[in-house]
């Protein structure tokens, strides 16, 4: 059974920066595509930032408006982990944050794309 477990998340104020980390149990890790998404009590989803597995070694990110900048995605394949890099954060980045590991793109389209637990991330001011 995959597992994704992040891990990282927590209590922090406006401005300071965070790191969170999902570690994967995929054999292939580095032929998936890999990603965030957060989702605030009463709000939809949203998508943070991605890792498009282009072929062979070569990954492409991409961030949407909201946190390019400020969040910055990378891939350790040797260790089936991905990372998310937070700095700025803002009050309005609370969320639960999800990893998410999929052989589509867009992130979070496929059924079949593997989900973690999520961790919470609360920003104060």
């Known amino acids: 059974q995959v597992q994704l477990v992040e891990s990282g998340g927590g209590l922090v104020q406006a401005g300071d920066s965070l790191s969170l980390a999902c570690k994967s149990s995929l054999p292939t890790f580095r032929k998936y595509s890999m990603g965030w998404f957060r989702q605030a009590p009463g709000k939809e989803r949203e998508f943070v930032a991605g890792?498009?597995?282009?072929?062979?070694?070569?990954?492409?990110?991409d961030y949407p408006d909201s946190t390019k900048g400020r969040f910055t995605i990378s891939r350790h394949n040797a260790e089936s982990t991905v990372y998310l890099e937070m700095s700025n954060l803002k009050i309005e980045d609370t969320a639960v944050y999800y990893c998410?590991?999929?052989?589509?793109?867009?992130?979070?389209?496929?059924?079949?794309?593997?989900w973690g637990q999520g961790t919470q991330v609360t920003v104060s001011s």
């Open positions: 998410v590991a999929s052989r589509s793109w867009p992130l979070g389209t496929d059924p079949n794309d593997y």
């Open positions: 890792s498009k597995w282009i072929g062979s070694n070569v990954y492409t990110t």
